[in-house]
């Protein structure tokens, strides 16, 4: 099993929608980073955890957990001329783009912020991706001992 953290914008999706989908699963669409879009095709399997980050927020932070309930497939959103998240240039029989579902598992009490994980970036936190100047990936991976001491926040 692998950990990552996932961003959403809380104004567009974030983890109040989830809790209120069908089963409190939807699909991760949207993304349209080749590297984040290989890491969804190719890495991600049922039964991944990761953290549900608000970004571009008033106080971004972890706001829970989600487990991935289907692999990687085809992000139909891309096909759809009507949709945001449209591109001409992914078709079912060649699709560019890939997304998951999700499941919220837990909810956390609090969000833990930005803030509060930079504040152990010298240490606990290091080398955390999202911690990391310029970082702009809406999904990174989360090693073992990142993601422990991030609950223990929790």
């Not at 994980?117 to 991706?129: I, S």
């Amino acid at each position: 099993m692998k950990h990552w953290l996932m961003k959403s914008e809380p104004s567009v999706f974030g983890i109040d929608d989830l809790a209120k989908a069908p089963r409190r699963t939807s699909g991760w669409d949207g993304v349209r980073n080749y590297q984040v879009r290989n890491m969804l095709r190719d890495e991600f399997a049922v039964g991944d955890l990761a953290f549900f980050y608000h970004s571009s927020c008033e106080v971004p932070g972890i706001a829970g957990i989600v487990e991935v309930t289907k692999q990687g497939y085809p992000d139909h959103t891309a096909f759809d001329r009507k949709h945001p998240h449209h591109d001409p240039e992914s078709t079912p029989d060649n699709p560019r783009w890939y997304m998951v579902d999700v499941r919220l598992k837990q909810r956390f009490s609090r969000v833990i912020t930005l803030d509060e994980l930079r504040v152990h970036a010298a240490g606990k936190l290091r080398d955390l991706l999202i911690l990391r100047r310029g970082n702009r990936l809406s999904i990174t991976p989360v090693d073992g001992a990142h993601w422990k001491f991030i609950n223990s926040l929790a």
